[in-house]
């Protein structure tokens, strides 16, 4: 029996949905991004995925220079595959969006996969007490968002990219963007190895049940068979039991405090490394080896950090 390929952990550090009212451990300033993606890195993450945030208040950051405070400084402390967001926020326009991950070429950029209602407002009853302005707005303004992605949008982002040697994490919140993804791989502009990041949990996308999760798997692999690698990451509370669930099928994982801000019921959890190690306990009880770096670029078919722009 041919032995399974190791099981990627991509780690996401901040992300732009959560914010600092919510968590004193979400990290916002440079020095406390570095901290927490190196302990990932050290926990097991192989891929760091990586939105910048303003230090001052903690707002989403899609500058260049935003990321330019934490980039060189993880590039030189780690091996980890760096992974930009292309996403930003549902509130960025889309030129915003991809500036860093066109600018800087990083081995790999996430890309959302088709247009959709992001809804965020209920956070608003679980967070009465807000630090900033900012944080109620952010919230309030999801219920009439639709978080932009069209075919125009998509193939923008590929052509603005792929000239870099950069590849993606293509997130598919619901199975009509894996849909979406299999029209751009007909077209020639996704070529396999593609890696296939399916997202439950955000209101707007689909759920979280165990049924949710295999229907996902089902639709991908008949999609695109042995053309793609395929990660899961479970908004808040469902973290850790779809790690569990895709990590038997086969799969990949994604952790970190931009996907849930907790590390069992009613406990915060202190950093994403606590996440990665929580996960890793998961896949090694399953008797499944932990993807290095290296491992990682391999499988995913990365250029390799020496040719990035940061």
């Not at 799969?251 to 959890?269: I, K, M, P, Q, T």
């Amino acid at each position: 029996m041919a032995k399974p390929d190791p099981v990627i952990i991509t780690c996401a550090v901040t992300g732009g949905i959560h914010t600092p009212s919510m968590s004193p451990h979400l990290p916002i300033t440079p020095d406390e991004i570095v901290a927490d993606a190196l302990g990932a890195a050290e926990a097991g993450a192989s891929i760091l995925h990586l939105h910048a945030r303003n230090p001052e208040d903690g707002r989403p950051d899609q500058t260049v220079e935003g990321f330019m405070r934490f980039l060189p400084r993880l590039k030189q402390a780690t091996n980890a595959v760096i992974n930009l967001t292309s996403g930003g926020s549902p509130h960025m326009k889309l030129e915003e969006r991809v500036k860093p991950a066109a600018q800087l070429k990083p081995e790999v950029a996430s890309l959302n996969m088709g247009s959709m209602n992001f809804g965020l407002f209920p956070l608003i009853e679980r967070y009465p007490d807000l630090k900033y302005d900012w944080e109620r707005t952010h919230f309030e303004a999801t219920r009439d968002v639709v978080f932009r992605n069209t075919f125009k949008d998509i193939e923008y982002i590929l052509t603005s990219c792929s000239a870099n040697g950069t590849r993606f994490e293509f997130e598919c919140y619901d199975i009509s963007h894996l849909y979406n993804l299999a029209h751009f791989v007909d077209r020639g502009l996704v070529k396999p190895p593609f890696f296939v990041q399916s997202v439950f949990g955000i209101l707007g996308g689909i759920g979280t049940h165990p049924e949710d999760v295999a229907h996902m798997k089902r639709t991908a692999d008949r999609l695109f068979g042995s053309d793609y690698r395929w990660s899961v990451l479970g908004a808040g509370s469902a973290q850790l039991r779809i790690v569990a669930q895709a990590a038997a099928m086969g799969g990949n994982v994604r952790v970190g405090l931009e996907d849930s801000l907790w590390a069992g019921r009613g406990r915060l959890a202190t950093s994403s490394a606590e996440q990665v190690r929580l996960a890793r306990k998961i896949i090694e009880g399953l008797g499944l080896e932990v993807a290095s770096p290296d491992e990682a670029r391999r499988m995913l078919a990365l250029k390799g950090g020496a040719d990035v722009g940061f």
